[in-house]
């Protein structure tokens, strides 16, 4: 019997950038081969900011309902009330979403109902629903909803509060994407069950790799580029030591621009990175800041550089870049500057990976620098096994979804 999932999830095609995209489109392509059909609850596309092509699939059933962002649609001389953004500048999609969710339920009677975080409108909406039909619902929560200042504003930090407690008390499963988030709302939640709160971590998406496959290196010699591809948060992926150690080692004449080249990709925060840089002359020789590309492009990209470059801080210690997957699938080095004591560093370990500096060091930073292209030009640099890259597709961890699932859902309604 065809057992039906009701996905809520801002996250969806044709929405363009986001790992959350990648996780709720591939769990809703991948389900169906377990036994379980999605219906996807998403937003109205006037609701986006950035549009992509939709590449949402014609084989998946997408219902989109009301929804307005206040920064674009509420704002008057571009201000605009803050009870119109709390939890987030999405709310009026709970208008929208409750009345097409029940219509939905009535009409196709989903066994689950599913939503993702970090939109938390996505969770009010499931958590009406799921108060109104008793659907067993499953709370996506990925990373923290709230943390020691976060989210900054403290109204907003007392809903998400809120919201939490509510997905504790009420949902059949809650589910985080590393184990330190994990281990983070178990404390927040001392008195909650613990067979209730899963981990499914992020993963890669092979079909995005396989077009990318039989891109060709460039055959000319060229300097050795180190790529970081994706966002650079200011505070969370904080690249001033490592400009410091660039500098110090462009000084000693240990890299130049004739060996080495780090190409910044869709930083997101250009202009930031070239304040920072111009405190280093010298530094825009060997770096270059380079516009976002189409996802299928950023994967071919990351397949032809000599090594990849991933930045987590330590205040991040709990949450695990969702690049960092596709960067183990790619297969090429990788060099991580991140806290020894965080969940980034400790996957990488797992998979085999001790190319790992400390992010707010530029003396460890330029050791581990060093190290790590002595290690790649003599063909040395650790890379995962092949079990480890599998083990962390999405295709894996959709299977791990569809056996939460089949354990939260009672028998007898399927």
Known sequence: ??????????????????????????????????????????????????LGADHGGTAIPVHRSFALDSSRHLALRGRYPELLAQPDRWISWWLGAVPAGLRLIRKHRP???????????????????????????????????????????????????????????????????????????????????????????????????????????????????????????????????????????????????DNFRLLLRASAHDDHLRTLMHRHPGLDKIIELAPALPHDQAVAEMLGADGLLLLQAANCNSQIPAKLYEYLRARRPLLALTDAAGDTAATLRAAGIDTIGQLDSPPDIAAALLRFLHLCRTWQAPLASQKIITGHSRAARTRELAALLDRTVPKETT
């Open 111 to 257: 066994d689950a109902i599913w939503s993702s975080y970090p939109i938390a409108t996505a969770h009010l909406i499931a958590l009406s629903l799921h108060r109104l039909t008793g659907i067993p619902w499953i709370a996506d929560q990925r990373d923290p909803m709230v943390d020691a200042g976060y989210p900054p504003d403290p109204r907003r930090r007392r809903i998400h509060g809120w919201i939490e407690r509510q997905s504790i008390r009420h949902a059949a499963a809650v589910v985080c994407t590393t184990p330190g988030a994990l281990r983070g709302l178990g404390q927040r939640h001392p008195l909650a069950d613990d067979r209730r709160l899963a981990l499914i971590p992020n993963g890669y998406d092979e079909s995005a790799f396989a077009s990318a496959e039989f891109t060709e290196r460039p055959a000319a010699p060229r300097p050795f580029t180190l790529l970081h591809s994706g966002v650079i948060y200011p505070s969370e992926r904080d690249p001033g030591p490592l400009f410091a150690a660039l500098d110090k080692l462009l000084s000693e004449h240990r890299i130049g621009p």
């Open 1 to 50: 019997m065809v057992k039906r999932v009701l996905m809520i999830a801002y996250h969806y095609p044709p929405l363009s950038g986001g790992s959350g995209i990648h996780r709720t489109h591939s769990f809703a392509r991948h389900l169906p081969e377990h036994g379980w059909q999605p219906l996807v609850l998403t937003v109205h596309p006037r609701a986006y900011e950035d």
